[in-house]
C-alpha cells in the first residue's frame, strides 16, 4: 500500500488527488500539507475533498509528514516548490511536482536534487497531454521549418501562470525537435504592426468562466494546417495521471523522470 503525502492539499488540485486516491486500493493519503496560517489547517482532508472522514488532518508540518509517507505530490505554488524538493531530498522520498511557474534558476535546483531522489516534474499530467506532447514533437520533427508554429491555451479565471506551463512545454518540445531555443524563438506578446518572423513559436492565451485546460499546437504552411488540440474538461485527469506517476515514480532509483516515461505502462 503506497502512502502518498499531498503538498496544497486544501486546493484545487490537492481536493481532487484526495478524491481519486480514495477510489484506488492500491494507494492512501497518509500526509496532507498547505500553506501555514491557511484556513483549511486543520480540517480532515477527506471530508474537505467531500469524500467523508480520512483521518488525515492538513498541516503545515511537512518534515513530521513526510516521515510517515513514501512518496510526496506537491501541487501548491511556485513558491513553495523550492521547500518541498529541499524536505523530499532530506528525507530521501521521490517527489512529483505537478506546480507551474517555475524560474530557470529553479530548474538548475531540480537536476542537483534528481541525484538523490526520483523526480518527476509535470506541468500536466494528464495522459492526454502526455500523448499530445509526443505527437506535436513528431510532427516538429517531420515538418519543414516554414511550418508557422503557434499555441494556443484557455484556462479558468483564476489561473495566475501565462501562457500555461503546459503550453511552454508543449513549445520546448517543439523548439527542441526543431533545433531551436525556445528563449531565443518564443514570442509572447504578438501586438504591434510586425509581420510574423520565421521560425517563431507563437503563445496565444484566453482566461475566464471555469475552463479547466485547453491546449492546442497549430503547424501552419502554406496550404495546409495541421491542428492538435487535447481539452480537459474535469480535473479528476490530471489528479488521476499524477497519481499513476507517483505509484510508478516510488518504484524507480534516483533519477529525473517525464510523464512520457509512463506512457508505455499506461498504454499496457
Ligand atoms: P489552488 O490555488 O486551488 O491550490 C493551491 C494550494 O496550495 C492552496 O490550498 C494554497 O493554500 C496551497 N499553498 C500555497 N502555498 C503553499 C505552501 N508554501 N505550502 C503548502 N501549500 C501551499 O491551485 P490549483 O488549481 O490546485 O493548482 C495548484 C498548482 O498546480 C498550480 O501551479 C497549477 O498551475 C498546477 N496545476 C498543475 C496541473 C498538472 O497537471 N500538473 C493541473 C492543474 C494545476
Request: proline residues 3%; neutral net charge; charged residues 25%.
Amino acid at each position: 500500500m503506497l502512502r502518498l503525502l499531498i503538498i496544497g492539499a486544501a486546493g484545487r488540485m490537492g481536493q481532487a488527488l484526495t478524491r481519486a486516491a480514495s477510489e484506488r486500493s492500491d494507494m492512501r493519503i497518509t500526509g496532507a500539507v498547505d500553506a501555514p496560517g491557511g484556513a483549511q489547517v486543520g480540517r480532515d482532508v477527506g471530508e474537505l475533498a467531500g469524500v467523508g472522514r480520512l483521518g488525515v488532518t492538513i498541516t503545515s508540518d511537512l518534515a513530521a509528514t513526510l516521515a510517515e509517507s513514501d512518496a510526496a505530490l506537491d501541487f501548491s505554488h511556485a513558491s513553495a516548490s523550492a521547500t518541498s524538493l529541499a524536505a523530499c531530498v532530506a528525507a530521501g522520498r521521490p517527489l512529483l511536482i505537478g506546480t507551474t511557474g517555475h524560474d530557470a534558476h529553479f530548474r538548475h535546483e531540480l537536476e542537483r536534487a534528481a541525484r538523490h531522489i526520483a523526480l518527476l516534474v509535470a506541468a500536466n499530467t494528464s495522459v492526454g497531454v502526455t500523448l499530445l506532447t509526443e505527437v506535436a514533437r513528431r510532427c516538429a520533427e517531420v515538418l519543414p521549418l516554414e511550418f508557422d508554429v503557434e499555441i494556443f491555451e484557455a484556462h479558468h479565471r483564476h489561473k495566475k501562470d501565462a501562457p500555461s506551463g503546459t503550453a511552454l512545454a508543449l513549445g520546448r518540445a517543439v523548439a527542441d525537435a526543431r533545433g531551436q531555443d525556445l528563449d531565443e524563438v518564443g514570442v509572447r506578446n504578438r501586438i504591434g504592426a510586425a509581420p510574423r518572423e520565421p521560425g517563431e513559436i507563437g503563445f496565444a492565451v484566453m482566461r475566464g468562466g471555469d475552463i479547466v485546460g485547453e491546449h492546442s499546437v497549430v503547424f501552419a504552411g502554406d496550404g495546409e494546417q495541421l491542428v492538435l488540440t487535447h481539452r480537459a474538461t474535469d480535473r479528476s485527469v490530471f489528479a488521476r495521471g499524477a497519481l499513476e506517476a507517483a505509484a510508478w515514480l516510488a518504484r524507480r532509483p534516483p533519477g529525473r523522470y517525464h510523464m512520457r516515461d509512463i506512457l508505455s505502462k499506461t498504454a499496457s
